[in-house]
């Protein structure tokens, strides 16, 4: 992470505190994706935990390769460009926040389990972090790599929107969420292991949705930051391709 820790507290100020003595740990969020493309539901999740959760920092991390969605996905470079430009719209926040391009540079499949062990050894034993994630994340959870050994290093935080049926979850999600929900004054406090969900985050979009939307030629300025949609205008992303195209009707001719 050495190309990253100029733009975040060093790993020594943010293991300073012992929580042993009553010192308060420095608090760490982190919001990993595809981010293809960022948008202004993933700005709601993180505002929401920033400010629930009391975040000192909080890191967007998109991935580089993918191991699940394989190669049909933005450029790693568009992709992080894009999500620096969707940090900048929490610049209003208590938070420092920025983009890390520590699973674009890691070579081979990012899996993030590898990245939250990366990240605990950077901030230290006694930080919390919080790895952050909506529901469709968290109904997809039990096909994570590893999922089981994120506790270890990391809280998980979800923003789900209202009425989420926690029911819908993979049976030893649930029971991993029955054993180690808590408050967020616990997440706050502990460095890792425990799992906190908020049920009130009104903001419900799709990256897939938004894609769509914008190769068919919709209008999506008001699901993007405005950096990010300037972005893709610029870069003329998710325009359909040639073989996207419908082919023209052949025109008739009279023969007769």
């Known amino acids: 992470m050495a190309h990253d820790i100029a733009r975040s507290l060093t790993a020594s100020a943010a293991d300073a505190a012992d929580p042993a003595n ?3 740990p420095y608090r760490l969020g982190i919001l990993g994706g595809t981010f293809d493309p960022p948008h202004i539901g993933h700005v ?25 969605k394989g190669d049909d996905v933005t450029p790693a470079a568009d992709r992080l460009a894009m999500t620096e430009l969707a940090a ?30 990366e990240l605990r050894e ?82 419900d979009l799709s990256s897939t949705a938004l894609r769509q939307r914008l190769a068919a030629g919709q209008p999506a300025d008001d699901q993007l930051p405005s950096g990010v949609a300037h972005y893709i205008a610029s870069r003329g992303l998710y325009r359909p391709t040639q073989s996207d195209l419908p082919i023209p009707a052949r025109p008739q001719t009279d023969l007769s």
Do not use: K
């Open 122 to 203: 950077h901030y230290g034993p006694n930080a919390s972090l919080a790895w952050l994630m909506g529901a469709d994340q968290l109904l997809r959870l039990h096909t994570w790599h590893g999922w089981q050994a994120l506790f270890a290093h990391v809280h998980l935080c979800v923003a789900t929107r209202p009425g989420f049926d926690l029911a819908e979850l993979d049976g030893p999600v649930r029971q991993e969420l029955a054993q180690r929900r808590a408050s967020t004054d616990l997440i706050q406090s502990m460095p890792s292991g425990r799992m906190w969900i908020d049920q009130t985050l009104a903001v």
């Open 44 to 68: 709601a999740l993180a505002r929401l935990c920033i400010e629930h959760l009391e975040l000192d920092e909080l890191v967007w991390i998109p991935t580089g390769q993918s191991w699940q």
């Open 88 to 117: 900048q719209a929490l610049s209003d926040t208590r938070a420092l926040v920025h983009a890390s391009r520590m699973e674009v540079d890691r070579a081979g499949p990012s899996y993030t389990v590898d990245t939250v062990h």
């Open 22 to 24: 009553g010192e308060r």
